[in-house]
C-alpha cells in the first residue's frame, strides 16, 4: 500500500522522470545509428593508391634510326605475378591506379607537375656542341638536334594534361583498375640526363649500375589525384616520386642499341 500511496502522490515526478529516460534512450538510440552508419560508410569508402613502378625503353633514343619509335614497357616494383622480361613494349609508358577500398571511385582526375623548364635548363648545362634543343611555342614541342645528322628527330611535347576517369570499381571487384599514360617530357627529360651525366652517346658506353637524380637535384615529378565517393564527398592524394635509373645489362660494355635500363619511380 505504502508504495502505491507513493507513485499516487508523485506520479508527476515519476511521469517527468520516465520521460527523461526514453528522451536518454532516444539520444544513445540515435547515436548508436549515427555511428553504424560511420562505419558503413567508412566499411565501403574507395582508396585510390598507386604503388611504385618501373619504365623501360627499348633503346637510347640518341642511336635511334630516322623515323623509328621508341617503345616503352612498365611494371609494379614489386610484382612477381608476371615475368617482367616477358612484357610486351607499347608506344606509351602507362602507370596502373589502383583502387583498393571497397567503394566504388567516380570523377577520378589524374594531374601530374613537373618543372620542365627547370629539367630542360639542367640537360643544357651538359649537353655537348653538336647536340641543341630548338623549342617550338605553338606547338610547346621541344626538338632535340643533332647538328651532325639533319635525319636525326627526337621530341617530346611539353604539354601534361590532366587526365579524367569516370569511374573505378572497388577491390573486389576483378577489373578495379585503370591505366593512364605518363607524361613524355618526364621520361624524355630523365632519360636525357641521364645519358648526357653519364657521356652515353654512341652505340656503346661504360657501366653506371645505378644513378639517382636526386644526387644532382634534377626536378622531381608529383602526381595529385582527386576522386569522390558514391556520396560526392570529395578525397585527394599526392604521390611524390624519387627516380633512379637502374642498369638492366650485366658486365662489360653496355649496348645502347637495345634496353639497357629502366627508370624506378619511387613513392616517397
Keep these: 500500500m505504502k508504495l502505491i500511496n507513493f507513485l499516487i502522490e508523485n506520479k508527476e515526478l515519476i511521469l517527468i522522470l520516465s520521460g527523461i529516460g526514453t528522451f536518454i534512450s532516444s539520444i544513445i538510440a540515435i547515436f548508436t545509428l549515427t555511428e553504424v552508419k560511420k562505419q558503413r ?23 635511334k634510326e630516322s623515323g623509328e619509335l621508341l617503345y616503352y614497357k612498365v611494371s609494379n616494383f614489386n610484382d612477381y605475378s608476371n615475368n617482367y622480361n616477358d612484357i610486351q613494349f607499347e608506344v606509351f609508358p602507362k602507370y596502373k591506379v589502383e583502387n583498393l577500398g571497397l567503394g566504388i571511385a567516380k570523377n577520378i582526375t589524374c594531374k601530374w607537375s613537373f618543372d620542365v623548364k627547370a629539367a630542360i635548363k639542367e640537360i643544357e ?29 627526337y621530341s617530346s ?9 569516370d569511374y573505378i570499381s572497388p577491390i573486389n571487384i576483378q577489373q578495379h583498375f585503370h591505366f593512364h599514360s605518363i607524361p613524355d617530357i618526364i621520361i624524355f627529360t630523365h632519360i636525357l640526363f641521364l645519358l648526357l651525366k653519364n657521356d ?4 656503346t658506353g661504360k657501366d653506371f649500375h645505378i644513378f639517382s637524380f636526386d644526387k644532382y637535384k634534377f626536378p622531381e615529378p608529383t602526381l595529385h589525384i ?4 558514391l556520396n560526392n564527398k570529395k578525397h585527394s592524394n599526392k604521390f611524390n616520386f624519387k627516380l633512379d635509373a637502374v642498369q638492366t645489362q650485366i658486365g662489360g660494355e653496355l649496348d645502347l642499341t637495345k634496353e639497357f635500363c629502366y627508370l624506378e619511380f619511387k613513392i616517397e
Excluded: C
Design 41 to 63: 560508410l567508412s566499411l565501403y569508402k574507395p582508396e585510390i593508391l598507386l604503388k611504385t613502378f618501373l619504365v623501360t625503353i627499348s633503346k637510347s633514343p640518341l642511336v
Design 125 to 153: 648545362k651538359i649537353m655537348p656542341n653538336n647536340l641543341s634543343f630548338d623549342y617550338h611555342k605553338d606547338l610547346n614541342l621541344y626538338f632535340l638536334q643533332n647538328n651532325l645528322n639533319e635525319e636525326f628527330h
Design 157 to 165: 611535347n611539353a604539354d601534361i594534361h590532366k587526365q579524367n576517369i
Design 200 to 203: 652515353l652517346i654512341e652505340e
Design 226 to 229: 582527386e576522386y569522390r565517393d
